[in-house]
């Protein structure tokens, strides 16, 4: 069972314009969100972050926004560019013991942005 | 400024053959997560480390595997008796296991196919 569902596979975007990723999460537990990119033949890169106890990050272009009602979070990225052509992966985690921090993966979405 | 390495890129084998995938941490960092991605699938956590010891290793998905950290720093992932399904792309991150909330850092992954 999915606790972090990326619903939408892939999307396609005008450079130029936002791109919005969704991301749905069930267990209410999760007090930690991360987005990560992913180009083809290497690891996960670290973009942004979100902490349960606010409901909007910005870095730059990239901005995070978190329902926690809805259980919900969203990635928009304004401007949207060629390089941000990639897979989109929604992280989640919860504390516990020992400062264990591992991820709970939403399966990606595959951003296409195009000149 | 080295990031998280890892080696072999690729791993060919068969059947029924015992692996050693090795992960270099960032320095200083003294958490360690392993994952597995398989093809469609977002990364899945395997084992996690604080300093030398195994502190959850409720990811491993069956005694064939087994990770070892003996000087808290680089990390072996082995697996004996390999099978076709464990072909996936291994990927290890490190995060400086700082309580509260710590971003992990990914390596390139190992790709590991058995025939």
């Known amino acids: 069972d999915q606790q972090v569902k990326q619903n939408s596979p892939s999307l396609s975007v005008q450079e130029g314009r936002i791109s919005i990723l969704n991301c749905d999460y069930t267990?209410?537990?999760?007090?930690?969100f991360l987005w990560y990119k992913k180009y083809p033949a290497e690891g996960p890169t670290f973009l942004i972050s979100?902490?349960?106890i606010k409901d909007k990050n910005e870095d730059g272009r990239f901005t995070v926004f978190l329902n926690k009602s809805a259980k919900h979070l969203s990635l928009h990225i304004v401007p949207s560019q060629p390089g941000d052509s990639a897979v989109y992966f929604c992280?989640?985690?919860?504390?516990?013991?020992?400062?264990?921090?591992?991820?709970?993966w939403g399966l990606g979405t595959s951003l296409a942005v195009n000149p | 400024g080295a990031g998280v390495s890892q080696t072999p890129s690729n791993k060919v084998t068969e059947k029924g053959k015992y692996v050693e995938l090795r992960c270099d941490p960032i320095?200083?960092?003294?958490?360690l997560y392993w994952y597995r991605q398989s093809l469609g699938q977002g990364p899945e956590f395997l084992i996690y480390?604080?300093?030398?010891?195994?502190?959850?290793d409720s990811g491993l998905p069956n005694d064939r595997f087994f990770a070892v950290r003996p000087e808290g720093s680089v990390s072996t992932l082995k697996i004996q008796r390999t099978e076709r399904g464990d072909s996936a792309v291994y990927l290890c991150?490190?995060?400086?296991?700082?309580?509260?909330?710590?971003?992990?850092?990914f390596g390139p992954g190992t790709r590991l196919t058995v025939l």
């Open positions: 991150a490190s995060s400086s296991g700082l309580a509260g909330l710590d971003t992990q850092y």
């Open positions: 320095s200083g960092h003294t958490a």
């Open positions: 979100i902490s349960s």
């Open positions: 480390f604080q300093g030398t010891g195994a502190a959850d």
């Open positions: 267990n209410s537990m999760f007090d930690y």
């Open positions: 992280a989640a985690s919860l504390g516990s013991a020992g400062n264990n921090r591992k991820l709970i």
